[in-house]
């Protein structure tokens, strides 16, 4: 396979994994009634234990898709990586490709166990659709030469890349266990909220518990991981808006990096406040979801930017 049809494979590959999490991310946030008619009640009457939900409009289509395409996926990882071994030179780029394989197999066992209630096994499925976007993205990128011609900059990118994917794993856990545990409708302020009914449980952060049989967090614990997620918020735009700041001190700046994480981190702060105070709330989960996947593609092509030298 030539470097030409291993590129355009590789843009595939993204355009299908940005499709796919989306499509989980519909199920998922419908699947825990958010959005529901008659928010919040019906939203807080989901959370209750053995609680049914009803299908989410299309909920076939939008199961099916899904599902035909991770399979097409797990058959283009397995062409990039047998067909274009020889392609995949320099950088680490043969073992992104391996890791692609066993995320695919990881993703493929875990299917197995989702949906669950268990937050360990969404994070599982968020986690793994994310690094994928991340590596095909980190092994298709290209960065021309000028754009790192000083390596004191193109250090300073890849760090504030590297800061950024450290802060968005924080946000993904967290926001994670907010949806799992029904606790986007905890507050109903903004920025802050409260104060709630019940005792704290700091269990509510670990991401392997579940409440008592019968019982379900309380207000005050649900809140708490609501301005929590809140605050990692506040700590993502700030990475976002450091790499995007390193990226245009670049010699030649590149610019669609530039406008694209300005542009990804507004959408994402406007789906996330949509979420709280909009009927609208299940499409700005899923493009909430969107903008982040887009970002950990930014931040992955600018991890690709060698150092001199290499």
């Avoid at 394989?101 to 268990?118: C, D, E, H």
């Amino acid at each position: 396979m030539g470097a030409v049809t291993l590129a355009r494979l590789l843009v595939f590959a993204a355009l299908l994994t940005v499709l796919i999490t989306s499509a989980s991310a519909y199920l998922r946030l419908g699947g825990n009634a958010l959005g529901c008619e008659g928010w919040p009640a019906c939203y807080l009457a989901a959370a209750e234990p053995k609680a049914a939900v009803p299908d989410l409009p299309a909920v076939q289509w939008v199961r099916g898709s899904h599902r035909v395409a991770a399979s097409v996926l797990g058959l283009l990882i397995i062409a990039i990586v047998a067909l274009g071994w020889d392609a995949l030179q320099g950088r680490g780029r043969r073992i992104a490709g391996v890791a692609l394989l066993f995320l695919a197999l990881f993703l493929a066992w875990l299917g197995r166990y989702t949906p669950s209630l268990l937050p360990a096994v969404t994070l599982g499925n968020l986690f793994g659709g994310m690094a994928l976007f991340g590596l095909i993205v980190w092994m298709q990128a290209r960065p021309r030469a000028d754009v790192f011609a000083d390596p004191r900059l193109a250090s300073r990118l890849r760090l504030a890349a590297a800061i950024l994917l450290a802060a968005i794993v924080v946000q993904v856990v967290l926001g994670a266990l907010l949806s799992v545990r029904h606790g986007t409708a905890a507050c109903s302020d903004f920025p802050l909220c409260g104060p709630g009914a019940g005792l704290l449980d700091w269990g509510v952060f670990d991401p392997f518990a579940l409440p008592a049989e019968g019982t379900a967090y309380s207000v005050a614990s649900l809140q708490a991981l609501q301005l929590a997620h809140r605050l990692g918020a506040l700590v993502v735009v700030a990475a976002t808006a450091w790499m995007a700041w390193a990226a245009s001190r670049l010699a030649t700046p590149p610019r669609f990096l530039v406008i694209g994480m300005s542009v990804i981190v507004l959408v994402q702060i406007m789906a996330g406040l949509a979420v709280l105070f909009s009927p609208l709330r299940l499409a700005a989960g899923v493009a909430h979801n969107l903008a982040t996947a887009l970002l950990v593609g930014c931040a992955a092509w600018s991890l690709q930017i060698p150092r001199r030298g290499e």
